[in-house]
């Protein structure tokens, strides 16, 4: 299947080129596009892609593809629209937009949002040992940390190109537009905490909101939410789950932590679930499920296949053999929907200004 990637930064040098690389029995990268010509040229020479390009527009008016791989940071919405609206299946990674409008305004097409965690065969096995035991009926109580070392820190090893050729013009009117978004999602008065708390939501713990709607639905209501240290800092989250039991959620970016870690237990009247993730951009690196059972026996699994090549593996399946994704735009708008209620549950306790879709 030929495919277009847009954005060619650190994700896509350091994760997604290794898996294109070893997975041209499913894919080729016929063209890539990014604001800096220098990194096109990088992973379009790393990848054999024959296209390259600075403008989303220039890209899918030339077309030689069949579905579009969206890799780029900020709000995705805009380009997920174009190319949906010019015909081509998207693969869209996290979070699909920042507005519930921009979702809104997406048409009809084939568009499955990247959320690689879901595909991780570790959660997989998890979901069905959940379901084994009553599904979220069953649930106690999910208890999710993040420990989150610097990205910088993350992605020593990975030897990224750079961009330096990008007019400092067209990034100031970039961040202008995304900061009008954010105010839409929250309101023009909304103060610099809430944005940040709303950026973290969207762009880290929005993994965890994923989770947490594949195990027992999205959570509907935020009971509490508390931040400190300066940001991005630390975030609390609790509330209840839609089904039965509670959720809590501690986030903590801990510039100099040795390595990334992530836990999600989820706990039951006879036992427990654990999930340890390594960092999302060491390939092959093992996922740990521990299932703790009533006889205090104790099974452990850890899955070494890489969560992100099984993600690309199911939408070449979507797009050919048309099986659905474990997220579509539904479940995109959901997420964030979640953040905007943390977002506003922060905002009230302490009595800061929120509007916008939030309110």
Known sequence: MRIALVGCGA???AVYVPLLSRRRDLFEVSAVCDLSRTLADAVGDRLGAAGRYTSVDDLLAAGGFEAV???????????????????????????????????AALPEGRLMVGYMKQYDPAVRRAEEALAALGGPEAIRAVEVTVLHPSGESQLAFANLTQARDVDPDLLASLRAAEHELVSRALGEAAPEPVRNLYGVALG??????????????????????????????????????????????????????????ETVAIHHDRGSLELVFPSP???????????????????????????FEVQLAA?????????????????????????????????????????????
Request: net charge negative; proline share 6%; aromatic share 8%.
């Open 11 to 13: 994700v896509t040098q």
């Open 69 to 103: 791989v969206v890799l780029a940071s900020g709000s995705h919405g805009e380009t997920v629209r174009k190319a949906l609206a010019a015909g081509y299946a998207v693969l869209c990674e996290k979070p699909l937009a920042l507005t519930r409008a921009e979702v």
């Open 204 to 261: 880290s713990i929005c993994h965890d909101l994923s989770l947490l709607r594949r195990f027992t639905g999205s959570p509907q209501e935020i009971s509490y939410v508390e931040t400190w240290g300066s940001a991005p800092g630390s975030i609390e989250i609790s509330g209840p789950l839609p089904v039965r039991g509670r959720f809590s959620l501690r986030w903590h970016y801990l510039e100099d932590y040795p390595a990334y870690r």
């Open 281 to 307: 951009y060491l390939m092959n690196a093992p996922t740990t499920l521990t299932v703790v059972s009533d006889a205090e026996s104790r099974a452990h699994w850890r899955e070494v296949t890489e969560a």
């Open 315 to 359: 939408f070449h399946a979507y797009v050919n053999d048309g099986k659905p994704p474990l997220t579509d735009a539904g479940g995109g708008l959901e997420d964030i929907a979640t953040a905007q209620r943390i977002a506003a549950r922060y905002a009230v306790q302490h009595e800061l200004p929120i509007g916008g879709e939030a309110a």
